[in-house]
């Protein structure tokens, strides 16, 4: 029997306000949203939900403290500075979207470097860093900088890091029934005679939305294609993370600064199904990184932590690489975006497509969309004709842990 709330029309198609593709940190913040401001929506997504950037990340929520470390204010960091306010809202379950049983990795930040930190006089005006950064005395050292070797001065930052498998099962289960895995939707997509962008099902059902909103990281330009819209276009930003497994227990959370913008390395731990301690690092090393073969990458980042840390010995330790791309709307001169970004896709009438291009930046994302939406339409927000044909994803694997396998 069709549903009526969501066949309004006698052929079987159903009818939503929106229709999200992508099940990383954009699309489902977004649902979540949408689901809480009265929308019909649901999300489609071709893997496991967060796939891709998402679970890569390194889980900072930060106020863009690192985007200022060139000593100069900039709009990025100004944009970015509310936002782990924002955060903390949804975390303590009093927020536009209810965080409440999402786990955090640390509360803080650590910041080093031996060298420049004085210099950066504008960075510590700058409204992304004021109240949020302490000196660390040499006696409140983390356990591992408590070594004679350890030169420099040491910074102590209020930003989180959130575990982000629980992140997604949390955004999962907000949502549940309206996620659902779909294989090969760039082909499943096309235009009617009146522009509107539909998807067609296996079984023929039509999915119509009022609002189709491309959340599918890299994955929009494909989907941009299949619809024949050229703009907006995408850019990539190759990185290459080191994934170090080693038995030293310090759970380190941290950015070393050298010369670059961009800190020289940056340091997350995160759990694994084995005893081992699991560093993730990224930064310059990781953007050098992409342009290396893995092999160079890990004598390059063995050196970097001899040279950082000379009182550790690595040499037991299990070195693995992991390629990734963030993608971003294009910019002039390929700069970094200074903000998430969610505009309507040319040559087709009902599609936004979204980059919140840091997943500090979803709560961001999400409100640019909403404000590009119509009201909703008073429905029934009934999905059993979709969970019948279409299965519920899984959250993936952390990549660490499926390259294990
Ligand atoms: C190494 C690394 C570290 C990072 N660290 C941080 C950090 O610490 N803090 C921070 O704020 N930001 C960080 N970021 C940025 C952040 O991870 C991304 O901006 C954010 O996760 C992007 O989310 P997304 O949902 O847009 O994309 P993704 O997470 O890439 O999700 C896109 C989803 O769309 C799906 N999809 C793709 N193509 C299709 C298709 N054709 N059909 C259906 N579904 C499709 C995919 O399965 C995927 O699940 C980091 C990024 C990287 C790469």
């Known amino acids: 029997m069709n549903n009526p709330s969501l066949s309004p029309d006698t052929s079987g198609d159903l009818q939503f306000d929106a229709v999200i593709i992508g099940g990383g940190i954009a699309g489902l913040w977004t649902l979540d949203r949408l689901r809480t401001?009265?929308?019909n929506a649901i999300l489609l997504t071709d893997r496991p939900l967060g796939d891709g950037q998402t679970l890569a990340s390194q889980g900072m929520i930060h106020g863009g403290i690192k985007y200022t470390l060139s000593g100069a204010l900039n709009k990025a960091s100004e944009t970015i500075a509310d936002m782990p306010d924002y955060w903390e809202r949804c975390l303590a379950g009093q927020g536009d979207v209810d965080l409440g049983d999402t786990n955090t990795l640390s509360d803080h930040f650590y910041m080093?470097?031996?060298s420049t930190m004085g210099k950066?006089?504008?960075?510590?005006a700058s409204r992304a860093v004021r109240g949020r950064v302490d000196k660390v005395a040499a006696n409140e050292r983390p356990a591992l900088l408590q070594n004679p070797g350890f030169k420099g001065s040491l910074y102590r930052l209020v930003d989180r890091v959130l575990d982000v498998p629980s992140l997604l099962a949390n955004l999962a289960t907000n949502n549940h029934g309206r996620l659902f895995q779909l294989s090969n939707i760039i082909n499943r997509l096309d235009k009617d005679a009146d522009n509107n962008a539909y998807l067609t099902l296996d079984n023929g059902t039509k999915l119509q939305a009022r609002r189709w909103i491309l959340c599918a990281g890299k994955g929009n330009a494909g989907l941009l294609t299949a619809l024949a819209c050229t703009e907006p276009a995408m850019q990539l930003r190759p990185l290459q993370q080191l994934i170090v497994r080693h038995r030293y227990p310090y759970p380190f959370y941290g950015h070393?600064?050298?010369?670059d913008k961009t800190p020289r390395l940056t340091i997350s731990t995160h759990p694994s199904a084995s005893d081992e301690t699991v560093w993730y690092l990224g930064g310059s090393l990781a953007e050098k990184g992409a342009s290396m073969s893995a092999s160079e990458l890990i004598n390059a980042g063995r050196q970097e932590l001899a040279e950082l840390f000379p009182w550790l010995d690595f040499s037991e330790a299990a070195f693995s690489t992991l390629p990734v791309e963030r993608a971003e709307p294009r910019q002039k001169d390929f700069a970094r975006p200074d903000n998430a970004f969610a505009e309507p896709a040319c040559g087709v009438s009902n599609v936004l497509v979204g980059w919140p291009t840091k997943l500090t930046l979803a709560p961001n994302l999400a409100n640019q969309i909403l404000a590009q939406l119509p009201p909703p339409e008073a429905r029934n927000h009934d999905l059993a004709a979709l969970t019948?044909?279409?299965?519920v994803p899984d959250i993936a694997p952390l990549p660490w842990e499926a390259k294990r396998d």
């Open 388 to 391: 019948q044909q279409l299965s």
């Open 37 to 39: 401001s009265g929308y």
């Open 112 to 114: 080093w470097s031996n």
């Open 120 to 124: 950066l006089t504008g960075f510590f």
């Open 256 to 259: 070393c600064l050298g010369a």
